[in-house]
């Protein structure tokens, strides 16, 4: 027992190579999905005709893929035209835009609960819609999204080991190679699951003091 | 010359015609106050006044520039007129001075100094001066009420819409916001209430507007409509309003 305690904790820095690229590959997917996300979001609410018909149709069809179905469309599929994507860029791009899709869920549930009011103020005092909605919207917005952005983060963390997948060297890769020399699977996966653990647990507070940093008196918003 | 015109307007909601061909003018300087049952088309007015829910057809001008044509420039036209809503609709991620400075910022360009200086000036007209560090949430639904009259007035505007500006509002903070808007009636600022504030009404307004369905049935100045009103409509509505508020009219 005190063996293999000790075993998990001695591979923990052998494992922890990979955690950089884990980071990456979350924070990079994150950012993708939040880009796409908001813009979908606010498409989707104030966009007209087609536009609002096509992203409603991005978000249905991104929402319905799996994540790993969509990695190794991008990653062996879209060599088939021509596009030869790195092993890092596929796992961003899939990972990013299944996660946009969710993110876009998020975000306009937040711009919904702000209410038409803060739009007419806005437009009101002559701002124009384009103004209201960087000025007045998107700050609100984001400050409600954030419990819900955080649990996605948390989510998009967690499925980071797809790139295992395509072969990319983050934890889970490291944990595999060790295995295979020393055949001990059970502290291994132990050792990396630990670090997703704690790697969650960073994160978490990370987004907690955050969203503390951003709040506003008397505006409630519910926890994460 | 007339500040507003307003020539035949009409809105439609689906099937529901809110406004039916409605027409007035606004004189610089007046105060006119629209009063009628719920679902007559007030607040709709208001909105067609700045734009914020279009004619469907119909009219309006400010100052000769006709805000119905497609060509104008409606952003640069709803800072000549401030609103004020019945929900107040303050920014609610900004402090009360932050709300007031936002337009002065980011339409008039004003830089930081200069838009603070005139957002604290503002606030002093509404006698918020000790409460520009406070967010919306922390104030009363009067001080919020006086935070959103400064937010429209710092823009200087021509002319001030007021939809329902006391409705929301405990019976015990009514007083301190009409007290803001007596003060502006009498330095000169052209208005357009909608309320039910009949005392208000009675002692600030030019002119009484009484409005149903989609139509204006009756106006006059508030000695006339409140003792020998024309209409029948209009004798009841009143009549109505004296016997919930207590007043005698």
């Known amino acids: 027992m005190l063996d293999s305690a000790i075993y998990i904790l001695t591979n923990i820095p052998l494992l922890s190579k990979g955690i950089w690229i884990a980071v990456q590959i979350t924070v990079l997917s994150m950012l993708l999905g939040m880009v796409i996300g908001i813009a979908v979001a606010f498409l989707r609410i104030y966009g007209k005709g087609p536009l609002k018909k096509a992203v409603s149709l991005y978000e249905w069809v991104f929402r319905g893929i799996p994540q790993l179905v969509l990695l190794f469309l991008v990653y062996f599929g879209l060599p088939e035209i021509g596009l030869n994507i790195s092993p890092f860029l596929s796992v961003v791009i899939g990972l990013g835009l299944c996660s946009s899709a969710y993110q876009a869920q998020i975000f306009r549930g937040a711009i919904l609960s702000i209410g038409s009011e803060q739009m007419e103020a806005g437009l009101s005092l002559g701002m124009g819609k384009v103004k209201t909605l960087f000025f007045v919207i998107l700050p609100q917005a984001v400050r409600l999204s954030l419990p819900g952005f955080t649990n996605e983060f948390t989510i998009v963390l967690k499925d980071s080991p797809l790139a295992y997948a395509v072969g990319i060297a983050e934890i889970l890769k490291y944990g595999r190679d060790l295995i295979v020399s020393e055949f001990r699977p059970f502290e291994i996966y132990l050792a990396a699951a630990l670090i997703y653990f704690v790697l969650f647990e960073i994160f978490y507070y990370l987004f907690k003091f955050i969203a503390s940093r951003y709040k506003v008196p008397g505006y409630i918003i519910a926890e994460g | ?249």
């Open chain 2, 1 to 249: 010359m007339p500040l507003v015109r307003i020539e035949n307007i009409t809105k439609s909601f689906g099937k529901h015609r809110v406004l039916d061909g409605v027409s007035f003018s606004i004189e610089a300087g007046a105060v006119k106050v629209i009063i009628g049952p719920s679902g007559t088309g007030k607040s709709t007015l208001l909105r067609c006044i700045n734009m914020l829910a279009p004619p469907d057809s119909g009219k309006i001008w400010l100052n000769d520039v006709e805000l119905t044509d497609k060509k104008t420039n409606l952003n640069l036209m709803r800072q000549k007129i401030g609103m004020v809503f019945q929900h107040f609709a303050l920014f609610k991620h900004l402090r009360a001075i932050d709300n007031v400075a936002l337009g002065l910022l980011r339409v008039k360009g004003l830089n930081r100094t200069d838009a603070y200086a005139v957002a604290r000036k503002n606030l002093l007209k509404v006698g918020m001066q000790d409460h520009g560090d406070k967010y919306p949430a922390q104030l009363s639904g009067g001080q919020q009420q006086r935070i959103g009259i400064a937010r429209a007035l710092a823009m200087d505007p021509l002319l001030m819409l007021f939809d329902e500006p006391t409705s929301a509002l405990d019976p015990e903070l009514i007083g301190e916001v009409l007290m803001v808007m007596q003060n502006l009636a009498k330095d000169g600022m052209t208005m357009v209430c909608v309320t039910h504030e009949m005392g208000f009404a009675k002692s600030v307004a030019n002119e009484i507007i009484f409005m149903e369905g989609g139509h204006i049935l009756e106006s006059a100045p508030p000695q006339v409509m409140f003792n020998n009103p024309q209409n029948e409509r209009t004798r009841s509505f009143l009549h109505k309003i004296a016997e919930l508020y207590g007043e005698s009219l």
